[in-house]
């Protein structure tokens, strides 16, 4: 995808992961999704004491999109504080396959100083679970 339009998604979710609820692993992340029309829905992970009911933030940001009415998603930002270029979860992957059924979802994978990396969904799920 264009550089600018990347970048700007990238700074979304660098602004997202600010807004994280992370109390126990302290880890936040942050997810900005843009969809076909133009419009961005941003997420990030919300923990909860019951920690298996936490939602990342690739799934608060699809969330977002849904209860907004967004379809069409083209590209998803990710962004967390490591050394390496921040990666879906593989629950979030198969999440996202569902509104990119063909794995063409563009997938920025970014650090939080707004350096990031290019991907698809397809690259990092190659066989996505489908229901016939
Ligand atoms: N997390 C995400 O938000 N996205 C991912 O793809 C991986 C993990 C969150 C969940 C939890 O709040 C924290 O990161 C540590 O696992």
Known sequence: MDPKTAQEL???AISAREKAYAPYSKFQVGA???TKDGKTY????IE???YGAT????RAAVCNMIANGGTDPIAIAICYNAEEFAVPCGI????LS?????GDLTILMAKTDGTYRETTLSALLPASFKLN
């Open 10 to 12: 990238v700074d979304q």
């Open 32 to 34: 900005a999704i843009l």
């Open 42 to 45: 941003q997420g990030c992970n």
């Open 48 to 50: 909860n004491a019951s």
């Open 55 to 58: 939602i990342c933030a690739e």
């Open 92 to 95: 979030c992957r198969q999440v």
């Open 98 to 102: 569902e509104f990119s059924p063909k």
